[in-house]
């Protein structure tokens, strides 16, 4: 799986007949402009950032001490060799992972489920978007609560075992 | 009717049953009052509507305000027996991307409506009961908006309301460290004032939708007269 499908593939029929595909991805904007985005990134990143892997917009929503919340946040892979995600740390919480958000059957019957993502490989000059709906880093079981304007520090961890660190600030709904 | 038993293409059927017996030359007319008594109808336009409306499913359970227990909700008297329209979701507490991300949509929604959110009820029911007592539903509900209404209640009771509404739900994940989570509806539903199930949203719908929906179902109850 490479960084590409964090847009997530939109109404990808499955052999069995059910439908299933990231939540919201209809409403997820235009992958044009989410490539804009990348582009502006990465230029954005110059030399001062050139070959390394950065993390951008890291923001969370509110939510009560021993809840559950959600961290989104875009990760930009600025070095020649793809990056593996392989999981999650946060000291503001019991536990941290990486899910993603999918919806299943359609019309009336159709459901959300959640489902831990234990591995994301980002290809080299390519971003990974955790954005409602689709991919968020949960973290279960909050120290604190997470009111409007707090950071909450989050990091991912790599299959190289570095741990790419970020303060993900707390936004109002 | 049965959420379950939604008919996404009723619009067509019944505008075709308004014109079949019309005389040939009267044909195109009656069409084109037909679209035009569309165009002034409650009919819901951007979720999938239900026809014809009929009241909505039983949806009674314990609600909690900050002052403790406060007795019970009641869909049709939030509705209509108080002349208001409804919003209902079931998620549960512990969702913590794809139910706060709705919950913030109808914030908005809320906004859009500007005076007329006073005329609309926001109603989430969990279906995580274990979990989710009536006070934590009431807590998770009201950092988004003071006014939303959470709801919960013993696992029987949300299982006739799941049942009612043809609603299912179940766990996923047990035994992971983040504890399991909920597999939910992805799908809201629109109740209008006079009690009767309208419309149902994907999860996404964009707020100004919704808030536009709501209010083509609050004037036609003004339409009507009712109070």
């Known amino acids: 799986m490479t960084a590409r499908t964090s847009d997530g593939p939109n109404g990808l029929d499955r052999p069995n007949g059910t439908r299933t595909r990231t939540w919201r991805a209809a409403r997820a904007g235009a992958l044009a402009a989410g490539a804009a985005v990348r582009l502006a990134l990465l230029a954005g990143c110059g030399e001062r950032a050139a070959g390394t892997v950065t993390v951008r917009d890291a923001w969370a929503r509110p939510a009560a001490a021993g809840a559950t919340g959600a961290v989104y946040l875009t990760l930009v892979n600025g070095t020649a060799r793809p990056v593996a995600v392989v999981g999650a740390a946060s000291r503001a919480a019991r536990a941290a992972e990486l899910h993603e958000s999918m919806e299943r059957g359609s019309g009336a019957a159709a459901m959300v489920h959640m489902h831990a993502v234990p591995r994301v490989e980002v290809a080299a000059g390519d971003s990974l978007v955790l954005r409602p709906g689709g991919r968020h880093l949960m973290l279960v079981g909050l120290a604190q609560p997470l009111v409007p304007g707090a950071r909450v520090p989050v990091a991912l961890v790599t299959a190289a075992g570095d741990s790419i660190r970020v303060e993900a600030v707390v936004r109002g709904f | ?227």
């Open chain 2, 1 to 227: 009717m049965h959420p379950a038993a939604v008919n996404v293409n009723h619009r067509a059927p019944t505008i075709g049953r308004a014109v079949t017996g019309a005389l040939p030359g009267a044909a195109l007319l009656g069409a084109a009052l037909v679209a035009l008594a569309a165009c002034g109808s409650s009919a819901p336009r951007h979720g999938v509507a239900l026809e014809p409306p009929e009241a909505a499913p039983a949806l009674a359970l314990p609600v909690a305000t900050a002052a403790g227990p406060a007795g019970a909700f009641d869909l049709q008297r939030a509705t209509r027996d108080s002349a208001r329209a409804a919003l209902v979701f079931f998620g549960y507490t512990h969702c913590p991307d794809v139910c706060p991300t709705t919950l913030a949509d109808w914030k908005q929604v809320r906004a859009t409506l500007g005076a007329d959110a006073a005329r609309v009820r926001f109603v989430f029911v969990t279906v995580d009961p274990e979990r989710d007592s009536a006070a934590v539903v009431r807590r998770y509900v009201a950092q988004f908006d003071s006014t939303f209404i959470g709801l919960a209640g013993p696992r029987a009771q949300v299982d006739r309301v799941q049942a009612a509404w043809g609603v299912g739900s179940y766990r996923e994940g047990e035994g992971a460290a983040g504890g399991y989570t909920v597999a939910h509806p992805a799908r809201f539903f629109a109740v209008d004032a006079a009690g009767r199930l309208r419309a149902s949203y994907a999860l996404a719908t964009p707020a100004a939708d919704v808030a536009d929906d709501l209010r083509r179902l609050l004037r036609a109850r003004a339409a009507e007269g009712g109070a």
